[in-house]
């Protein structure tokens, strides 16, 4: 498939990869708009967040933000910014769904 963000999953293409487990892999921005910007993704394909139309992608998707939490707890960040873009009218340029982290702490020492 030709997806950036699969390719990152695969390993074929190098990132700065902040969190992984077996469903999700965040890693930084490769342009990034605070001091801290995550995009955190399921590794399964899932195209945008308004064209979900399956239970278990939802899951998927909705668990996205728990691990926006364990990130946020292990930066030790003071707060953060979440957003996520839906389709191409609405700033949505990878098609591959993925939850934006930013936050404009000072960088952390782990970062
Ligand atoms: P969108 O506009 O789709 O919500 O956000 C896509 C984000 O992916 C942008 O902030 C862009 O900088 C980032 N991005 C695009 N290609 C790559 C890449 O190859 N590697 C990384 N790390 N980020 C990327
Ligand atoms: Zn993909």
Same mark, same amino acid.
């Given at each position: 498939m030709n997806c950036v963000f699969c390719k990152i999953v695969n390993k074929e293409i190098p990132a700065d990869i902040v969190y992984e487990d077996d469903n999700y892999l965040a890693f930084k921005d490769i342009n990034p708009k605070a001091p801290i910007h995550i995009l955190i993704i399921p590794k399964?394909?899932? +195209?945008s967040f308004h064209l979900i139309d399956d239970k278990e992608d939802l899951r998927l998707v909705e668990w996205l933000i728990n691990v926006a939490r364990r990130i946020v707890k292990e930066l030790d960040l003071n707060g953060c910014q979440l957003h996520m873009n839906s389709g191409k009218d609405h700033w949505? +340029?990878?098609m591959h769904i993925h939850l934006h982290l930013l936050s404009w702490w000072a960088t952390p020492v782990k970062w």
């Open positions: 399964k394909h899932i +195209e949505q +340029e990878v």
